[in-house]
């Protein structure tokens, strides 16, 4: 009965490499987000999509590329990986928009780039 | 992108004590939102504060909103170890995003 649920929980690969995270959310929510946590624990979004339409898309190299098929699924494709992508990836979701609304995040995906 | 400043960046406290982080805005936010992350796990959703002057109370956690809605603190009394995590404040604006404090890290000695 996990509300909000990533795979893989891990993922190490080499630099150059393509791989992809799925989100999965079961709470009914609209709203669903992408987190990358740095090794300073700071928490920057990158993307947002509101019943499969992107809202938000921060300053992120175009290797990352989400995908919505639906308002309970959000996965992000990482095309030529970095060192520099090395980090935790938070899926999160919410009812409505981001800004008023709290947000229910997975486990992550911790990422190291080899 | 909206800013949030967080301080202390690392509290270190002894069982027992209290402290408090704090959270400051140069702008007026719409609402403020504090979360918890225990290492190796994943930021969890504490309350959210709306109106201006707002106090709420979790058990040992006390959360306020400042009048002017630009600053927000946490204070926890009385200390203990379960209270080990990073503490997040989130300030949600106008542009449907939620933007993060960059976290006080909460270490306690026994």
């Known amino acids: 009965d996990t509300a909000v649920s990533q795979t893989p929980k891990y993922l190490v690969t080499q630099m150059g490499n393509d791989k992809s995270i799925k989100c999965e959310q079961n709470?009914?929510?609209?709203?669903m987000y992408w987190y990358k946590q740095d090794s300073k624990k700071f928490l920057k979004i990158m993307f947002s999509?509101?019943?499969?339409?992107?809202?938000i898309n921060e300053t992120v190299p175009n290797r990352f590329s989400p995908k919505s098929p639906d308002k309970a699924h959000l996965n992000l494709h990482i095309n030529s990986l970095e060192l520099g992508d090395s980090a935790v990836y938070f899926c999160a979701s919410s009812h409505g928009t981001g800004g008023g609304q709290p947000q229910h995040f997975g486990d992550g995906t911790r990422l190291s780039i080899l | 992108g909206q800013q949030v400043m967080q301080i202390p960046q690392y509290q270190h406290v002894q069982e027992g004590e209290d402290f408090t982080t704090y959270c400051n805005s140069s702008?007026?936010?719409?609402?403020i939102q504090w979360y918890k992350q225990r290492p190796g796990g994943h930021p969890v959703f504490l309350i959210q504060l709306v109106k201006s002057g707002e106090v709420k109370k979790q058990k040992r956690l006390t959360f306020q909103f400042g009048e002017a809605k630009k600053n927000s603190s946490l204070h926890i009394t009385a200390t203990q170890t379960t209270d080990v995590g990073t503490y997040f404040c989130?300030?949600?604006?106008?542009?449907?995003?939620?933007?993060f404090g960059a976290g006080t890290t909460v270490t306690v000695r026994a």
């Open positions: 709470l009914g929510h609209d709203t």
């Open positions: 989130a300030a949600g604006t106008h542009d449907y995003k939620l933007s």
């Open positions: 999509y509101n019943n499969k339409e992107l809202i």
């Open positions: 702008t007026t936010l719409s609402n």
